[in-house]
DNA sequence: CATTTGCTTTACGTAAAAGTCAATTCTGAC
DNA sequence: GTCAGAATTGACTTTTACGTAAAGCAAATG
């Protein structure tokens, strides 16, 4: 395990722009750390981008990603707050839970439309 | 079933604006029927906003989901475009099958969130 | 030492997906 | 027929998530 990677070297692995890593840290997802004036990025940091981009495909915003995020870190000590984030928490699941009914349902009808494919290819008298 | 519904009607069910309707419909999405200058949306219609929005809560942009819905049309009666379609097909299978490793990711890790938030509160020694 | 290479900041630009507002026009209930 | 409430078009605005271009620093390399 690597202890820092550069900027390039992620934006290489993950296939983002420069830009786009700078952005995250600007909205306050990402932390590296600095020599001088360039950023180096811990393996933490860097699995914070993986979680990131997850939450790009999967159609949340920044701010639905920020919220994400704020719920791996560390729980918080207090009762209140502890309830507070299991509540989030279920949210978050709901909202997946969603996502995946319309994963599946767009899945299954897809499936249909290639079955009429091959269904049109047989009747054209094309061996599959 | 009914025959047609209203603009309103829909965007009552599904909770979006008139204008998010209109500029699908703009978008070349969907196309209502005229009663004068009035829409009228067909079940067909209605379906296809349903699948619009499923598209969209996944995170597929405007020409992406105009992509799925042609699939989603009759298939053609040429053999050679028949095949592209299928490869079409495939390709947003995979799109959504790493949405979906993406999405258990996710939920996985809020499992474990959770787990984290209730281990803290026996700690506090707090009865769930 | 000069220059190339990689990283930085700052600032402005932009495409997508609607929101909002204004001015009409329709239409169905009375 | 009229009048309130819907629906329409068109134009302008906003937000999000970056892209892009300019200009400068810093280290390594020939």
Chains 1, 2 share one sequence.
């Not at 950023?39 to 920020?66: A, C, K, M, N, T």
């Not at 704020?70 to 000590?77: A, C, H, L, R, S």
């Not at 989030?88 to 897809?110: A, G, P, S, Y």
Request: positive net charge; hydrophobic residues 30%.
């Amino acid at each position: 395990m690597r202890d820092y990677y550069t900027i390039t070297e992620l934006t290489r692995e993950f296939g983002v722009s420069t830009r786009t890593l700078r952005f995250y840290e600007d909205e306050g997802l990402i932390h590296p750390v600095r020599r001088g004036r360039t950023r180096l990025y811990r393996p933490s940091d860097r699995h914070l981008v993986r979680q990131i981009l997850r939450g790009r495909r999967l159609g949340f915003s920044i701010s639905e990603i920020r919220e994400i995020i704020q719920i791996y870190k560390t729980p918080p000590g207090e009762v209140g707050q502890l309830h507070l984030l299991i509540e989030k928490i279920d949210e978050k699941r709901q909202t997946l839970r969603q996502k995946r009914r319309d994963l599946e349902d767009t899945l299954h009808e897809l499936d249909r439309a290639e079955e009429a494919c091959v269904e049109r290819l047989a009747e054209l008298g094309v061996k599959t």
